[in-house]
């Protein structure tokens, strides 16, 4: 069974910086395409960012298109979620998800294998 655990989330003001990593273990990581979605309080999850099993394709959410960059080290096989230019509205639980399929859209609920999740707060 594939493990996931979130980490890096925290309080921030409008306009920083957060990195957020997701560790992946009891899987082969570098098979699987991972995928970043969040879930604001009293919203459907939502897709944030996806990047593909050997890094070499990414799709992102347009509301983050050009502030969040996703990338992954295979050989640490850990995920990770740069977030710059922080708004209020990325306010969110952030799950990492893990997928043999490629999802740009949704709520990942045909994705089987997701972490526990890790809060972001941005205030205005």
């Known amino acids: 069974q594939v493990q996931l655990v979130e980490s890096g989330g925290g309080l921030v003001q409008s306009g920083g910086s957060l990195r957020l990593s997701c560790v992946v273990s009891?899987?082969?990581?570098?098979?699987?395409?991972i995928h970043w979605f969040r879930q604001a309080p009293g919203k459907e999850r939502e897709f944030v960012a996806v990047i593909m099993w050997n890094g070499g394709r990414t799709e992102y959410a347009n509301s983050v298109k050009g502030r969040f960059t996703i990338s992954r080290d295979n050989a640490k096989n850990t995920l990770y979620l740069q977030m710059n230019s922080l708004k209020p509205e990325d306010t969110a639980v952030y799950y990492c998800a893990a997928s043999s399929r490629y999802y740009t859209s949704g709520s990942g609920n045909a994705i089987s294998y997701w972490g526990q999740g890790t809060q972001v707060t941005v205030s205005s």
């Open positions: 009891r899987g082969t990581f570098s098979s699987y395409n």
